[in-house]
């Protein structure tokens, strides 16, 4: 990798192996695994590394390398994605985070919305220059998602159908009533439409008014 000024050839060749053999996010655990490092100096290393620039601190004991051509070390909205699946797995993109990736609808969001079967303390988040916001899904609303890759990252977002059903569940998600009614009339006059599998998915869910 050329041009990592102020880190010496041992540290450039580290740093290249972690991003080699990462999945896009690295974690102290995982680069004390890569690197044959007991925890405690990786994470000095990668702190050291963050104070430098080399890699963006996301949270505590995790980091995204910053490419060499980055001007600054923000996270991008591109890498949002990953960050979401390494840190709140299992989990899905929902709401109209998902609406903006089907084209469903033409407003832009910076909030990611995560539906995550863990149970964090704060439903809303941010990690350097994004927003999440968190809700809990139980293990069995874990269907009707697709795989979408984000570099190394595999992501799970929800299809069309279910990104519908979700929004009948809670038109929160999809910004209150009316930005819901929007991207529902967007789903019905698209190709995604599909009626039989709304109606599979309302039942699967088990929320009669939905």
């Known amino acids: ?3 990592l000024y102020g880190l010496g050839k041992v540290e450039r060749e580290r740093l290249t192996q972690l991003i080699r053999r990462s999945r896009g996010v690295i974690s102290v655990k995982e680069a004390a695994e890569i690197l044959g490092i007991r925890p405690s100096g990786v994470a000095k290393m990668l702190s050291r590394w963050s104070e430098k620039g080399w890699v963006s601190r996301i949270s505590r004991g995790v980091y995204l390398p910053v490419p060499v051509e980055a001007q600054t ?4 909205i591109e890498d949002s994605w990953a960050i979401a699946e390494r840190l709140f797995s299992p989990c899905y993109i929902g709401g109209w985070s998902a609406a903006e990736y ?6 832009i969001h910076r909030t990611l919305i995560i539906l995550t079967e863990q149970k964090p303390r704060k439903r809303k988040i941010s990690i350097s220059n994004i927003d999440f916001w968190l809700r809990t899904a139980p293990k069995k609303a874990m269907f009707g998602l697709k795989p979408v890759w984000r570099g190394q990252i595999k992501v799970e977002v929800s ?4 990104t519908i059903i979700d929004l009948m569940n809670d038109p929160a998600l999809g910004g209150g009533l009316r930005p819901t009614a929007e991207i529902f009339l967007n789903y019905l006059k698209s190709n995604h439409k599909d009626m039989g599998l709304l109606v599979d998915y309302a039942e699967k869910l088990g929320n009669g008014a939905v």
Not at 73 to 76: M, T, V
């Open 73 to 76: 070390p923000d996270i991008s």
């Open 159 to 162: 299809d069309p159908a279910r």
């Open 102 to 107: 089907w084209d469903l609808t033409e407003q």
């Open 1 to 3: 990798m050329k041009g």
